[in-house]
């Protein structure tokens, strides 16, 4: 499955934070490096869909790019 992940620098908590937009609002985390926001947010995902598929949850549908 390809998920969105969207790396935001945050000026209030001088860190970049990465957000999960298919899976909600709650769904984020944070790096001091890009990469390492990237990498924390890999594994939140990994961890969302491990959790869903333990409980027989519905995955929400990846966002595609639309491209005119």
Do not use: C, F
Request: charged share 25%; no cysteine; hydrophobic share 35%.
């Amino acid at each position: 499955m390809k998920y969105s992940i969207l790396i935001q620098w945050s000026e209030t908590d001088s860190v970049y934070v990465a957000s999960l937009p298919e899976w909600g609002k709650y769904a984020r985390t944070h790096g001091e490096t890009y990469e390492e926001a990237l990498e924390n947010a890999k594994e939140v995902l990994e961890d969302l869909i491990y959790g869903y598929e333990q409980t027989g949850k519905t995955m929400p549908e990846p966002q595609m790019l639309q491209v005119a």
